[in-house]
């Protein structure tokens, strides 16, 4: 084969190595961001609702809670399999159940979003984060 077809030939398969590395880099970078403790406070807090909705979607389970000042919150619960070692299924409640949750609040106050270490219903603790759980 001509030394400048193989070349071209390898060129190309660098370009396309190039392009396939950055797609991976790009698209994994959201996901680590998303996943992280660093957009929540470092102090943990409580909520005290009422469930919206249930979410058990990757990437990872939520709950719509209404506060009991009327505001809705976005609360995120552990990644599928920590929320399923905590007992927590979509079984394990409904809309309208009172819930309390231990976590860490989104740092930017106009976000009403939450991250669960515990989610209490009925009475039953969901510890999505038992290594995190800090309480008085």
């Given at each position: 084969?001509h030394?400048?077809?193989?070349?071209?030939?390898?060129?190309?398969r660098?370009?396309?190595?190039l392009?396939?590395?950055?797609a991976?880099?790009v698209t994994?970078?959201p996901?680590?961001?998303?996943?992280?403790?660093s957009w929540?406070?470092?102090a943990?807090s409580?909520l005290?609702?009422?469930?919206?909705?249930?979410?058990?979607?990757?990437?990872?389970p939520?709950?719509?809670?209404?506060?009991?000042?009327?505001?809705?919150?976005?609360?995120?619960?552990?990644n599928?399999?920590?929320?399923?070692?905590?007992?927590?299924?979509?079984t394990?409640?409904?809309?309208?159940?009172?819930?309390v949750?231990?976590?860490?609040?989104?740092?930017?106050?106009?976000?009403?979003?939450?991250?669960?270490?515990?989610?209490?219903?009925?009475?039953k603790n969901?510890?999505m984060?038992p290594?995190?759980?800090?309480t008085?």
């Open positions: 084969m030394p400048v077809l193989i070349e071209n030939r390898l060129n190309r660098r370009v396309l190595q392009v396939v590395g950055g991976i880099v994994s970078v996901a680590v961001a998303h996943h992280g403790w929540a406070e470092d943990q409580e005290k609702g009422t469930i919206r909705s249930i979410s058990m979607a990757p990437p990872h939520s709950l719509q809670v209404v506060a009991a000042d009327g505001v809705l919150w976005q609360i995120d619960l552990g599928p399999n920590q929320t399923e070692r905590s007992g927590f299924t979509a394990s409640a409904k809309p309208g159940d009172a819930i949750i231990l976590g860490n609040r989104h740092k930017d106050k106009t976000k009403m979003q939450m991250k669960a270490v515990r989610i209490t219903i009925a009475g969901y510890d984060y290594e995190r759980i800090r008085n």
